[in-house]
């Protein structure tokens, strides 16, 4: 099962909104066969297993190990259950129930009922772990939302543009390293959709995409609540899909969308409805201070992600107050990240 996890993994980026799954054949402790889910609409992660056993003989006496639940629906593919079933396979272990709706536990009793031995539970909060996004759009119809900020060991994120020049500021603000900023980049290509305000914008011009990784690049939203952005910014150059959530217009061009929310709504509620009809299910907010502290405060997140930096500054923004669980700390060049989990 720790093997599914791994072949899993190799799709993440690619396979949303479809969860990320791995599949082992086993015959007396020997692995014949494996695959994953590779890209979304091709072929689920049993197919690929299954295709690739050389003796199918074999299959009658095997044991397959899946980290999610068999579908039992035709999607863009067959269901995997009745391909399970006609493969012969006798007894299959599955980490976690699929909460998707038209599966649902479908394909565990579709399998029983056709006489296989099928065991629920192994390494199963480690699969959740995986799906994290998955499960969490799927259950809630929102996105998965995580926040990511580097700051100071002084508790800066930034610091205050208006107290020096133009150059003194651009060589201050990046706070990590090269290093920091490809994983950062790396993770980027994992997540449906970046979100930063309008004052991120005016200050930083960021390009919001992935180039420092090979992968694709997360849809960009942009909060400017009565568009006051110049178009000269790198958000509008066209080469990606963005979003401008506003209280101005609602308006559709080539890979700009100008998604309209009332000024008494929470801008977050409208996001995330759209970002559910759209099937997108991750969202990752690289700031400023006061988006960041506004998700904090309405407690819409599931994950932040914070670097801490050696560098010092005397003073600048803020960085916002986080709560939730440490997950996970480890050090990259010089930098300590720290992994936070709301509730």
């Not at 799709?11 to 086993?26: D, R």
């Not at 297993?49 to 397959?64: E, H, P, R, Y």
């Not at 536990?105 to 995986?130: H, P, S, T």
């Amino acid at each position: 099962m720790q093997r599914c996890l791994e072949l899993a993994a190799l799709g993440k980026g690619n396979v949303a909104p479809n969860p990320m799954v791995g599949a082992v054949l086993v015959v007396d402790n020997t692995i014949i066969g494996e695959g994953y889910h590779q890209n979304y609409g091709a072929n689920h992660a049993e197919v690929n297993a299954i295709a690739s056993v050389k003796d199918t003989s074999l299959l009658k006496n095997a044991t397959l190990y899946v980290n999610l639940e068999p579908c039992a629906h035709i999607g863009k593919t067959p269901p995997c259950a009745d391909l399970v079933i006609a493969s012969g396979i006798q007894k299959v272990v599955v980490a976690q129930l699929d909460p998707f709706e038209q599966v649902a536990g479908k394909g565990i009793e579709k399998m029983r009922a056709a006489g296989i031995d099928v065991q629920v539970g192994l390494l199963q909060a480690e699969a959740k772990w995986l799906n994290r996004r998955f499960l969490h759009f799927v259950q809630t119809k929102r996105p998965y939302v995580i926040l990511k900020w580097a700051q100071t060991m002084s508790g800066y994120i930034a610091p205050h543009a208006h107290q020096m020049t133009a150059a003194e500021f651009e060589q201050q603000r990046h706070i990590t390293g090269l290093l920091v900023q490809k994983q950062v980049h790396k993770w980027r290509t994992e997540e449906a959709a970046i979100l930063v305000g309008r004052n991120t914008v005016e200050t930083d011009n960021p390009a919001l995409n992935a180039r420092a990784w090979i992968g694709k690049n997360p849809l960009r939203i942009v909060v400017d609540r009565q568009l006051k952005l110049a178009k000269h910014f790198k958000v509008f150059d066209g080469q990606t899909p963005t979003w401008v959530l506003n209280s101005v217009k609602s308006e559709t061009s080539p890979n700009l969308e100008y998604v309209y929310f009332d000024e008494k709504e929470n801008w977050l509620d409208v996001l995330s409805s759209k970002m559910y009809q759209s099937g997108l299910q991750s969202l990752i907010i690289e700031g400023g201070a006061c988006i960041l502290k506004h998700v904090i405060d309405c407690g819409l997140w599931q994950e932040a992600q914070v670097f801490y930096t050696p560098k010092h500054f005397s003073d600048g923004v803020l960085a916002p107050a986080i709560g939730g669980k440490l997950e996970q700390t480890f050090e990259l060049d010089q930098t300590i990240f720290k992994r936070y989990i709301n509730g």
